[in-house]
């Protein structure tokens, strides 16, 4: 079983569409959780932390519930300009250091 | 400000040449990274320094060296280059060791024939 496992996608959604995206995650210790955006042949940027309470960001919401070892990204009204791959992040302290440890992305198609 | 700069950014080798991978960052972080991309799975780290002088394993180190003589600059050595090393190669730093602030370059493209 991966690590950290997303939905690879793609997501063909219509501009306006609300979408959302799922990770799980196997280590029950995972300490810190994000959510990066990948543009095509591109670096990862960060696009949000998630913590427990959940975040919001604008048009974007993170959740995450421990207990059942996910976290989620909820993206409201999409934007053509949000098309990217969406990595799913979770660290944990192992072998001397933090660990990021990424999930493979789930691609987001946004259409007129 | 330039942030985190690869060089080169594409290189094609022939299997058992050598080449390295050049990483600056001017941003003074002590943490620096390199982390392999391949299609259908997640970076994954191959060594990281923790400053200067420093340097240790990751998750993917066969196969790979590297060197931090300098804060700014972390280089990637392939010694002998196979095919199974093509991949997307990015670097990345961090002024601490907690991720969220983590910055990366553009990336390495590299393709082993």
């Not at chain 1, 997303?6 to 799922?22: M, R, S, Y």
């Not at chain 2, 670097?91 to 370059?105: I, K, L, V």
Request: with cysteine; net charge positive.
């Amino acid at each position: 079983r991966k690590e950290v496992e997303q939905d690879p996608g793609p997501f063909n959604v219509p501009e306006g569409a609300t979408v959302a995206f799922n990770c799980t995650y196997s280590n029950s210790a995972s300490q810190s959780f994000f959510w990066y955006r990948q543009d095509c042949r591109k670096e990862p940027k960060l696009l949000m932390s998630v913590y427990s309470s959940g975040n919001e960001d604008g048009r974007f919401t993170a959740q995450l519930n421990r207990a059942s070892q996910y976290i989620s990204l909820l993206i409201r009204d999409s934007k053509l300009s949000d098309s990217a791959t969406y990595l799913c992040v979770v660290t944990w302290f192992s072998g001397g250091y933090n660990k990021l440890i990424f999930g493979a992305g789930t691609r987001l198609a946004v259409h007129p | 400000n330039a942030g985190v700069t690869q060089t080169p950014k594409f290189r094609v080798l022939k299997t058992g040449q050598s080449m390295t991978l050049l990483c600056a960052q001017d941003m003074n972080h002590e943490y620096m990274y390199w982390y392999r991309q391949d299609p259908g799975m997640g970076l994954r780290l191959i060594h990281y320094s923790v400053g200067e002088g420093t340097t240790a394993k990751g998750e993917v180190p066969d196969g790979y060296n590297v060197s931090r003589l300098k804060k700014q600059n972390f280089l990637l050595g392939l010694e002998s280059a196979a095919p199974s090393q093509t991949s997307v190669y990015f670097c990345a730093s961090t002024r601490t060791e907690y991720p969220e602030t983590q910055y990366f370059g553009p990336g390495t493209r590299l393709l082993v024939l």
